[in-house]
């Protein structure tokens, strides 16, 4: 059988660099290009590039992805920095290109995963939550895309249940004080050298809380899941927002 022909965006970088090891490491992949900022994006097609990994900054991934969807490359992307006027762009490039496929994953590890899964699922019991991420202080971006996404789970469980908005009796605060307002749902983001990725969803009721938990310590936690995004996303055209889709979370 012939092997998945994968190229790397962003091969320099903490997580690029990583993707690009475990590619080379699988024995159905075939590394074709580990490309950084300085390269041509034209190598991708001349190395025949079947699915490409974007590891990239927000400031790039918008311009590699309307190159792969233009030229039918399928994309895994763990980028962060998502709008909903990115993700409608994106949409529209792929409806010009029918049989292409686009996952973008706000979090490739099966922890943070669950997280976001666990926090949407109790997120109707309890008055209050909040959510507090921390990160290495390279990060480009806050809140992170992990936690974004998480807060607007929440928020969506939160309205689908009816739930009143949450109890706070803050009248004066310094900027900032009280996180960014995600949907309702406060996140605040930590920058600390000697942290990797890590995420506490905070939520509380009447005489009990209940925190759920996750820490990346490796680069390592996000690669089964950047794996299993290439082998999957050549048969899933369109665009696919979440690891989850790709986990048999009920099985
Ligand atoms: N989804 C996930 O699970 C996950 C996990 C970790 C990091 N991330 C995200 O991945 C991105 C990269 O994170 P990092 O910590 O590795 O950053 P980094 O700065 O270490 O690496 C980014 C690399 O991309 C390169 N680059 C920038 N523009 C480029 C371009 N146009 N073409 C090719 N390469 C380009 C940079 O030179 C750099 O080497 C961030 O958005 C981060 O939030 C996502
Ligand atoms: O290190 C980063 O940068 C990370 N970015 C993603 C995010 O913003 O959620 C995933 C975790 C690591």
Redesign the pocket.
């Given at each position: 059988m012939s092997k998945l022909r994968v190229a790397v965006l962003g091969a320099k970088g903490?997580?690029g660099s990583e993707a690009a090891r475990s590619v080379e490491a699988a024995d159905d992949l075939e590394l074709v290009a580990a490309l950084d900022r300085d390269d041509k994006i034209e190598t991708l097609s001349e190395k025949g590039a079947q699915v490409v990994v974007d590891l990239t900054h927000p400031d790039a991934v918008m311009g590699n992805l309307e190159y792969c969807v233009a030229n039918g490359i399928h994309g895994v992307v763990?980028t962060?920095g998502w709008t909903d006027e990115r993700l409608a762009q994106l949409r529209g490039w792929l409806e010009a290109a029918p049989a292409t496929g686009v996952l973008i994953a706000?979090?490739f590890s099966i922890g943070?995963v669950l997280t976001m899964q666990f926090a949407q699922q109790a997120a109707r019991f309890f008055e209050s939550v909040e959510v507090i991420e921390l990160?290495?202080p390279n990060?480009a971006?806050a809140p992170?895309?992990?936690?974004h996404r998480t807060a607007q789970l929440i928020a969506a469980a939160r309205e689908k249940a009816g739930s009143p908005a949450q109890p706070d009796a803050t009248t004066t605060a310094l900027d900032g004080a009280r996180g960014a307002d995600v949907d309702g749902v406060p996140v605040h983001s930590v920058r600390l050298r000697g942290l990797?990725?890590h995420q506490e969803v905070l939520l509380g009721g009447e005489g009990e809380t209940l925190t759920i938990r996750h820490d990346?310590l490796h680069h390592k936690s996000f690669m089964p899941g950047i794996l299993l995004g290439v082998r999957r996303v050549v048969d899933t055209p369109g665009l696919t927002f979440g690891l989850e889709h790709f986990l048999d979370l009920n099985g």
């Amino acid at each position: 059988m012939s092997k998945l022909r994968v190229a790397v965006l962003g091969a320099k970088g903490r997580i690029g660099s990583e993707a690009a090891r475990s590619v080379e490491a699988a024995d159905d992949l075939e590394l074709v290009a580990a490309l950084d900022r300085d390269d041509k994006i034209e190598t991708l097609s001349e190395k025949g590039a079947q699915v490409v990994v974007d590891l990239t900054h927000p400031d790039a991934v918008m311009g590699n992805l309307e190159y792969c969807v233009a030229n039918g490359i399928h994309g895994v992307v763990g980028t962060t920095g998502w709008t909903d006027e990115r993700l409608a762009q994106l949409r529209g490039w792929l409806e010009a290109a029918p049989a292409t496929g686009v996952l973008i994953a706000p979090n490739f590890s099966i922890g943070a995963v669950l997280t976001m899964q666990f926090a949407q699922q109790a997120a109707r019991f309890f008055e209050s939550v909040e959510v507090i991420e921390l990160h290495h202080p390279n990060k480009a971006d806050a809140p992170s895309g992990t936690a974004h996404r998480t807060a607007q789970l929440i928020a969506a469980a939160r309205e689908k249940a009816g739930s009143p908005a949450q109890p706070d009796a803050t009248t004066t605060a310094l900027d900032g004080a009280r996180g960014a307002d995600v949907d309702g749902v406060p996140v605040h983001s930590v920058r600390l050298r000697g942290l990797l990725a890590h995420q506490e969803v905070l939520l509380g009721g009447e005489g009990e809380t209940l925190t759920i938990r996750h820490d990346s310590l490796h680069h390592k936690s996000f690669m089964p899941g950047i794996l299993l995004g290439v082998r999957r996303v050549v048969d899933t055209p369109g665009l696919t927002f979440g690891l989850e889709h790709f986990l048999d979370l009920n099985g």
